[in-house]
């Protein structure tokens, strides 16, 4: 039976084929779904925590208020608090960062850089190299007065270094010197944003901040205990501020873009729903369809001894055989898929970081298991249908299949009626209304032609 199930789908492959790819846009869509997901989540996991790997605690003010999905705006720290924070034992570094939104950017050709979806942003360049996130690749991180810019806007808007740049800020007008580009962590670019990086002093200036930083960040001196030092910390401090571990601030940080990546794989997973929701449709019917063709091969296989769990069995296997295929090919599909979106993404100016889509286990799972589970479940009813052939169907011109209606065997009985009268019907005997020549009363019934 499993070779006559394999014979079947190769010789109705047309419709499987057509039916295969509307599975395999189902789980493709799933799959891509979940490992765009995977791969925004992980890759800002990675990033922020490769930024934070040197960052011991932090130092912030309590409280905020929310500003959307994953992000609290908090009270800023007075400067000197820079200071007190590095006198204290055990603390070895000290970095003040400072950031905010940029109103405009000009390029060289005198237009606005478009903001209209990833902000544009200011960034302080501080004096740790080890608790600063910022990277040069090519000049020089910008001394007072001047600015460097993120490597990914640079490359895509054609500035050039040694030039001087125009800045829309919230005081006003400002022109700087562009003295170097920088990646963040391992990625160019940050995440499609527009990053401006000054000095300290020049970063508080020009984004209101004076004599303010946003947070403390510490390096703990080595071999010193982090516990230790942030009890110190929490003594020391006032009720208004708060001392927590860089692993926290990372995973805060990077929980911003999870909710990004939530919302696209709930956009896509929708799509995905959709699609298997037609699969269902359209596998049903295809198996109605090639089941109601193979009426007398079906037949005859009850005729040579073939039970109805059988039969039944048989056309499950075709159904499992063509959800397992298309399912795998769904799941390699769906790499596919979320490789090309990541490039949509990049192109309408949310750059990610560099990397391969990920696949976990979870994922392939699914993917399989709501292929298949779709596939056999559309092609039960059929398959019931199609152990319900009688033998005896196998041997008649016009075959009538077990779920015929009663009109249609009410049919039968009146023709046989039919014919028994006109062997007794006596020649010249007009017959009566409502009664054919041979006497039997006509029925309303009409025909069913099996084909």
């Known amino acids: 039976m499993f070779r006559l199930s394999l014979r079947n789908i ?25 490992v765009l997901s995977d791969t925004i989540k992980d890759t800002f996991r990675t990033l922020f925590g490769e930024a934070n790997q040197n960052v011991d605690l932090v130092v912030r003010t309590k409280g905020g208020f929310d500003t959307g999905p994953g992000g609290i705006e908090r009270a800023p720290l007075p400067e000197d608090a820079l200071a007190q924070v590095k006198a204290v034992p055990g603390v070895a570094d000290v970095d003040g960062p400072v950031q905010g939104l940029i109103p405009a950017l000009i390029d060289p050709k ?9 902000p544009t942003l200011g960034f302080s360049w501080g004096d740790s190299e080890a608790l600063n996130p910022l990277r ?18 640079f490359d895509k808007y054609n500035f050039a270094l040694n030039t001087q740049v125009r800045v829309q800020l919230t005081s006003g007008p400002a022109t700087f010197p562009l003295v170097g580009t920088f990646e963040f962590g391992k990625s160019k670019g940050f995440a499609g944003a527009h990053v401006l990086a000054f000095e300290t002093d020049t970063a508080q200036r020009a984004l209101n901040r004076e004599g303010l930083v946003d947070k403390v960040l510490i390096h703990v ?16 401090a006032p009720p208004v501020v708060e001392i927590v571990t860089g692993a926290q601030v990372a995973k805060e940080d990077s929980s911003t873009f999870e909710v990004i990546a939530n919302l696209i794989g709930g956009v896509l997973l929708a799509f995905a729903g959709v699609a298997l929701f037609v699969s269902a449709f359209y596998i049903f019917n295809t198996f109605n369809i090639i089941l109601g063709q193979r009426t007398k091969e079906l037949a005859l296989l009850r005729a040579v001894g073939a039970s109805p769990a059988q039969v039944r069995r048989s056309v499950m296997t075709e159904s499992l055989v063509l959800g397992t295929v298309a399912s795998v090919i769904g799941v390699g599909g769906g790499l596919v898929l979320a490789r090309g979106l990541q490039v949509l993404m990049s192109a309408i100016g949310f750059t990610l970081p560099s990397g391969s889509p990920i696949l976990k286990p979870r994922t392939a799972i699914i993917g399989l298991v709501l292929g298949i589970g779709v596939t056999v479940l559309a092609s039960i009813m059929p398959a019931v249908r199609a152990s319900t052939v009688a033998p005896l169907a196998a041997l008649r011109d016009e075959l009538q299949p077990a779920w015929s209606t009663p009109c249609h065997r009410r049919w039968g009985t009146h023709r046989r009626r039919r014919i028994a009268a006109r062997q007794r019907a006596v020649p010249g005997r007009r017959h009566p209304p409502g009664t054919d020549e041979s006497g039997a009363r006509r029925h309303r019934c009409v025909p069913r032609r099996v084909r």
């Open 110 to 118: 005198g237009k606005q850089v478009p903001n209209a979806g990833p």
């Open 221 to 236: 001196t080595p071999g010193a205990e982090v516990s230790d030092v942030r009890a110190r910390l929490e003594a020391a």
């Open 10 to 34: 190769n010789d109705h492959k047309g419709r499987f084929v057509m039916t295969a790819l509307a599975v395999v846009l189902g789980v493709s869509f799933v799959v891509s779904s979940f």
């Open 136 to 153: 040069v690749t090519t000049g020089r991180r910008p001394g007072p007065g001047e600015m460097a810019l993120d490597q990914v806007t």
